[in-house]
């Protein structure tokens, strides 16, 4: 059989992190309280953020799309997983694999972009705080935005579609979460020498420069924090920042886990770290960026509120 015919008529089998029944039904009310976790809190964002005009701002603007974003994403993964649980047949068409590595791939990228803008902006917000105004206009987020959305797709249809030239043979069971690229990659039989080098040459671009802009806002940053006269200004302003911060190390420590090694050491001891990128960050940044925040407190707590109010 043709090897691009032999990929189409395909199926794949994700059987998942264990195959005990007992650890099935563990991992199932695990992903599922943390599914219910992540999209209650990430509604709550954006509804709190969209519902109060002072909130209708440029950070507010860029964290209200980062949880759509996360929202979006543990919706491509986790419902399928859960699915795959309780259900006797694990399979996934090829096509359907290919779809799910295509949404993973764009969005993990757009979260990556979205973060690297919100620390623009909070560069210019506290080194250039004169110039905010002009500098973080409406059209401007807008078109950061937009250009993150932009570059997102198309380098989640390139890495897609270079999948596509991957042939396929014997077992296709994949003992992981979900499609995944470096698992699919294991899985095939024909070179996968020049996609790899692509995904590496490609990643590093795409992920490694927002980071290195990161760390170069957040240097400027720490230099205006410290040339500030007042503790007390000096402890708010870097409050602003560290729930950014937090998110960051934690995005980009578990991505590095999981795709900074070569192909042939990749293993399952690697699906913790895509939990951790995939499942948990999701879930946590809500609470990361309303723990310390007073604005979100308070329209959280009006927006809790009402229902209660209404009844009364």
């Known amino acids: 059989m043709d090897g691009d015919n032999q990929s189409e008529n395909s199926q794949f089998l994700l059987l998942g992190i264990s195959e005990s029944p007992e650890q099935q039904q563990i991992l199932f009310w695990m992903f599922l309280s943390m599914y219910l976790v992540t999209v209650l809190g990430n509604v709550l964002i954006i509804?709190?953020?969209?519902?109060?005009?002072?909130?209708?701002?440029?950070?507010?603007?860029?964290?209200?799309?980062?949880?759509?974003?996360?929202?979006?994403?543990?919706?491509?993964?986790?419902?399928?997983?859960?699915?795959?649980?309780?259900?006797?047949?694990?399979?996934?068409?090829?096509?359907?694999?290919?779809?799910?590595?295509?949404?993973l791939v764009s969005l993990v990228t757009l979260d990556n972009l979205i973060l690297a803008v919100m620390a623009y902006d909070r560069y210019v917000a506290i080194c250039c705080p004169l110039h905010y105004v002009t500098a973080m206009s409406p059209g401007l987020c807008v078109l950061l935005l937009s250009l993150g959305w932009g570059l997102s797709v198309l380098y989640g249809l390139l890495l897609t579609l270079l999948m596509t030239r991957v042939t396929f043979c014997g077992p296709r069971e994949i003992h992981?979460?979900?499609?995944?690229?470096?698992?699919?990659?294991?899985?095939?039989?024909?070179?996968?020498?020049?996609?790899?080098?692509?995904?590496?040459?490609?990643?590093?671009?795409?992920?490694?420069?927002?980071?290195?802009?990161?760390?170069?806002?957040?240097?400027?940053?720490?230099?205006?924090?410290?040339?500030?006269?007042?503790a007390s200004k000096k402890y708010k302003t870097f409050s602003t920042c560290a729930s950014h911060l937090g998110v960051v190390s934690l995005f980009y420590g578990t991505l590095a886990m999981v795709y900074l090694q070569p192909l042939h050491t990749y293993s399952m001891?690697?699906?913790?770290?895509?939990?951790?990128?995939?499942?948990?960050?999701?879930?946590?940044?809500?609470?990361?960026?309303?723990?310390?925040?007073k604005d979100m407190h308070g329209v959280l707590g009006k927006l809790l509120g009402r229902p209660f109010q209404r009844l009364k």
Do not use: W
């Not at 860029?62 to 694990?90: E, G, H, R, Y």
């Not at 699919?184 to 020049?194: G, K, M, V």
């Not at 895509?274 to 809500?286: D, F, K, L, S």
């Open 269 to 293: 001891k690697d699906s913790v770290a895509t939990v951790m990128y995939a499942v948990v960050t999701p879930m946590i940044n809500p609470f990361i960026y309303s723990l310390r925040n």
């Open 47 to 103: 509804l709190a953020i969209s519902s109060d005009s002072r909130l209708h701002t440029p950070m507010y603007f860029f964290l209200a799309n980062l949880s759509f974003t996360d929202l979006f994403f543990v919706t491509n993964t986790i419902p399928n997983m859960l699915v795959n649980l309780q259900s006797q047949n694990k399979a996934i068409s090829y096509a359907g694999c290919l779809t799910k590595l295509y949404f």
């Open 176 to 230: 992981y979460l979900f499609c995944e690229m470096y698992v699919l990659l294991r899985l095939a039989c024909s070179n996968t020498h020049i996609i790899h080098t692509v995904l590496v040459a490609t990643g590093c671009f795409i992920f490694l420069t927002p980071l290195g802009f990161m760390t170069t806002s957040y240097v400027r940053i720490v230099r205006t924090i410290l040339q500030m006269p007042s």
